[in-house]
């Protein structure tokens, strides 16, 4: 089988690489990446030999995608872009390739008769939950950042192709992930990296938003249970059946550092912030008999554990992007300061 990874070399697409080169020794993968700053070939370096891999440096947006694609069996199609606060800040690179880049893929996987077209979103295409409740697959759509509302389009673009063309595509929609090889400008590998370091911890807002962590393992291992037994034009939700307030995370994450509670600082809350997200994946465990493996107090330590063994990493992506993480996490003020000493173990 040939399979084809759009976005391979960024966070949840390389592990989900390296899960198919461990798990399917008689599948060959194709990474197709344009290697912005978030792509990164040191995430796939480890396997870079293997004669199953291979690696194409490629915008998703290029008409020549189709050629690059022909003969596979798959693709799966990572490739975006994720982070709320870029989008805020500038939302052009996220119509372009969230949409534009997923509605050439879906044109190209059309013209060369792709076996099974698996498009990854994300549960910020629904919004935002109140006290209660979960989100289902069929919960209505309500995206309320630039990011999510491209990540929405994509998703029924996809669902389109799946209905008027027949085009054999699924659609898989994660809660936030945690884990290694991801990019340091979000709320976890953040945390880590700053409270290692006895740096601030930014916070927004009052820090009790909610979300629901599922470790990259457990979502990649979900993925590729709906790539090869999922119903085709079906929505599957991906959740860790985790959910935390921000705050909390970053306590603990303090916590595990030994570090007082004074290090948080409460930052002017990002506009349109999501209060709170939850996942119902109770379909993908009925349907296709996924669970999670890891739960979250063992998945944080483990990712802790991965930044420090992987400093040198951490340090080339922080001064290739170092202008970016002065403005976002030095140079922002404080609303409030922290909360006091950690409570001793």
Not at 28 to 42: F, I, P, Q, S
Not at 189 to 217: K, Q, T
Request: aromatic content about 10%.
């Amino acid at each position: 089988m040939k399979i084809v990874v759009t976005g391979g070399a960024g966070f949840i697409g390389s592990n989900f690489v390296h899960l198919l080169m461990r798990e399917r020794p008689a599948t060959n993968v194709v990474v197709m990446d344009k290697l912005t700053y978030a792509g990164c070939m040191e995430n796939l370096r480890e396997i870079s030999s293997d004669p199953r891999f291979s690696f194409v440096q490629m915008d998703i947006c290029s008409p020549e995608v189709a050629d690059a694609i022909a003969g596979a069996d798959v693709v799966v199609n990572f490739a975006a872009e994720t982070h709320v606060d870029r989008s805020i800040e500038d939302a052009a690179a996220f119509v372009r390739t969230n949409v534009e880049g997923a509605w050439r893929l879906l044109e190209s996987a059309r013209a060369r008769k792709i076996g099974r077209f698996v498009q990854i979103g994300t549960d910020e295409v629904y919004g935002s939950l109140g006290p209660t409740g979960k989100f289902r697959e069929d919960t209505p759509l309500t995206p309320r950042s630039p990011y999510s509302s491209t990540k929405a389009a994509a998703d029924l673009l996809a669902l389109s192709y799946a209905h008027t063309h027949k085009l054999p595509v699924i659609v898989t929609r994660c809660s936030n992930n945690y884990g290694p090889y991801q990019f340091p400008e979000k709320f976890i590998p953040v945390m880590v990296l700053r409270a290692m370091r006895g740096e601030r911890l930014p916070v927004y807002g009052d820090g009790l938003n909610v979300r629901d962590w599922l470790h990259v393992e457990d979502h990649c291992r979900a993925i590729l249970a709906v790539m090869e037994r999922g119903r085709e034009g079906e929505v599957y939700n991906i959740g860790g059946d985790c959910e935390r307030e921000n705050l909390h995370v970053a306590q603990t994450i303090l916590q595990s550092f030994e570090r007082g509670y004074e290090l948080i600082e409460f930052v002017k809350d990002r506009p349109g912030h999501d209060r709170r997200y939850a996942i119902d994946c109770e379909k993908i465990k009925a349907e296709l008999g996924w669970q999670q493996r890891w739960n979250f107090e063992t998945g944080l330590q483990a990712t802790i554990a991965w930044y420090q063994e992987n400093a040198a990493w951490v340090e080339n992506l922080q001064q290739q992007n170092r202008d970016y993480f002065k403005r976002h996490y030095d140079d922002r003020p404080a609303v409030r300061q922290g909360l006091g000493a950690a409570p001793q173990p």
